[in-house]
């Protein structure tokens, strides 16, 4: 079945600025967006993002998240050593009848 | 504040079913729908279904479809998840999660290690 696509890894220095990407298709970010979520080893996903890409209100504004036809991204800046986690995107598919989540990115802060 | 409170780690034999709780604090139990994803070891989630938790109704992932059932006690404000005919493959973290009105989730359980073993 059709999946949401991201990066398997993604690097970048302390304080720089990271961007993860999300591709879908219009079934599913192309039709309402995407999620994002933060995971850190033995914790449940947090939230970062909602699909309207508006923010839980106990997330910083280091995390900001948008998109772009089928393709949704999240920009982590400033990065902090505990920004080191994996990130998933997820979307509803109106065609699949179902939430799909992507592979995961995991970011190493160097 | 909104709490999702799951129940503990189970150990089933192939075969066997499985029921894990979600309770519910801190917000209307009924205003709201209730998903359950699983995670298995070093996998990204995986969508199971949801629940209104207000009119019942259920919606379920065409891969789980016949061997799963979401319900929901409103006295109890509390959602379950069963999972039957379980195989190796089953074994995952399972999750509870509260949809934020139409757009994604916004609180998550802390999650209920199911492992299948013989």
């Known amino acids: 079945q059709a999946g949401l696509t991201q990066p398997p890894s993604v690097s970048q220095g302390l304080r720089q600025t990271a961007t993860l990407t999300c591709t879908g298709n219009s079934n599913n970010i192309g039709y309402e967006g995407a999620a994002w979520l933060q995971q850190h080893q033995g914790h449940p996903p947090k939230p970062l993002s909602y699909r309207n890409n508006n923010r839980p209100s106990d997330i910083s504004g280091r995390f900001s998240a948008s998109r772009s036809g089928n393709t949704a991204s999240l920009t982590i800046a400033d990065l902090q050593p505990e920004d080191e986690a994996d990130y998933y995107c997820s979307a509803w598919d109106n065609s699949l009848r179902l939430w799909l989540f992507g592979g995961g990115t995991k970011l190493t802060v160097l | 504040q909104v709490h999702l409170v799951q129940s503990g780690a189970e150990v089933e034999k192939p075969g066997a079913s499985v029921k894990v709780s979600c309770k519910a604090s801190g917000y209307t139990f009924t205003s709201y729908l209730i998903h359950w994803a699983r995670q298995a070891p070093g996998q990204g989630p995986e969508w199971m279904g949801r629940i209104d938790a207000g009119s019942g109704e259920t919606e379920y992932s065409h891969k789980f479809q016949g061997r799963v059932t979401i319900s929901r006690d409103t006295s109890a404000s509390t959602a379950y998840m069963e999972l039957s005919s379980l195989r190796s493959e089953d074994t995952a973290v399972y999750y509870c999660?509260?949809?934020?009105?139409?757009?994604?989730?916004?609180?998550w359980g802390q999650g209920t290690l199911v492992t299948v073993s013989s």
């Open positions: 999660a509260r949809e934020k009105g139409g757009t994604s989730w916004d609180y």
